[in-house]
């Protein structure tokens, strides 16, 4: 059976892979699979939200839920309001950094986390199946509207910021908000922090015309500038639903998420060792600076949902992946733009130093990464004759391999959507990469004989 769901939900170019059918069909499936009770609907900015909510609430509701629609909210907005609310579940409408065109579904339980894998694989499997049972005319669900996700969040937030700290300093701050569904969150939140705010693409627009979704350093030449420009501390960019933040420091340069995670997770661990949370792809500088201040890294396979779960067994003091997903367990174990924002600028007043300075007093290495098509049906056969070429290496098994040598990293993945692996490699210097990367591709090679 083919993949539904990626790494974060379900996605795809609306009129192609995503339709109101399918829409309808999703909320029929995750009717049972809810049980009933009342599930949060909430999107993002796209033009196609509304006809994507509008069915896939018809299928819930057909299905025996009750519909509560928040509006337009960021997704870990809609997260915490369905932990808080004690809902059966949420769903939040979006394609998350994904491009105008496209647009999908991220599926929360009642605990506010993604759901799990075996979960996703429950709802894949009724929707291909497709028994939706009918039932009876007064056991439908009923819709009802409640705008108050982004309210609740923006006051959680809050209530854990030291706003008195950020008001005496207040901080200048460019926020780019991508026209997303940052736009009714994100400026009120950190005005109300203490910040002296400059918010680009604050209006919200599904066409996107400021910049495109996705918070990569090419996207964000404007912010960038107008960090320089403005003489602000820190620019923050979020992705179309805002479960993610980018920072841009104070000389307007962008900064790579796993070393915004890294910054976060020195301060943090001062003083209060603890475990970081992190895909098997993140950067070592993350490793280098949780063991200097005495925390445990823990490794997951790759995946955002995969590191929130990973984050509430272990306790963890933090999680994130290097996309610029941060995830904070003191509010939440989700990525979490808003939370990420504040955090970072607490940091920096508590701290009273310049990002430029916390980001270059780090660790720098160097990546290489690759694509090596495989044939069809034959990952698993490959990644058994890879198992025993590493034997003898110091590896890490939890998603594909991870093959640790002095001078680096190497990680050899299959792909969870296409028949190919993915070659990640990360070094000391940009040779040790690309060496760590061919033999890392090497492995690939030789098992296809
Ligand atoms: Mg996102």
Redesign the pocket.
Known sequence: MARLFGTNGIRGVVGREITAEFALRLGRALGPFFGGGTVAVGTDTRTTADVLREALVAGLTASGCDALLLGVTP?PALQLFVARRRLRGGVAVTA??NPPEYNGFKVVGGDGMDVSKSDEEGIESSLATMTFPEIAWDRCGRVQQDPGSNALYVDAILALSDTAAVARRKPKVVLDCASGAAVHTSPELLRRLGCSVTTLNGQPDGTFPGRLPEPREEHLTELCRTVVDVRADLGIAH???A??AVFIDDRGRFVHGDRALAVVARERLRGKPGTVVTPVTSSSCVADVVRENGGAMDYTAVGSPIVSRRMKEVGAVLGGEESGGLMFPELQCA?DGGMAAARMIELLVVTGRNLSDLVDALPTYSLARRSLPVPAGSQEAVATKIREAVAGEKVLTVDGFRIERPEGWVVVRPSGTEPLFRVYAEGRTPGDAESLAAYGEGLVKAALG
């Open positions: 997704t998350s950094h992705d179309g639903d479960d993610r990525k």
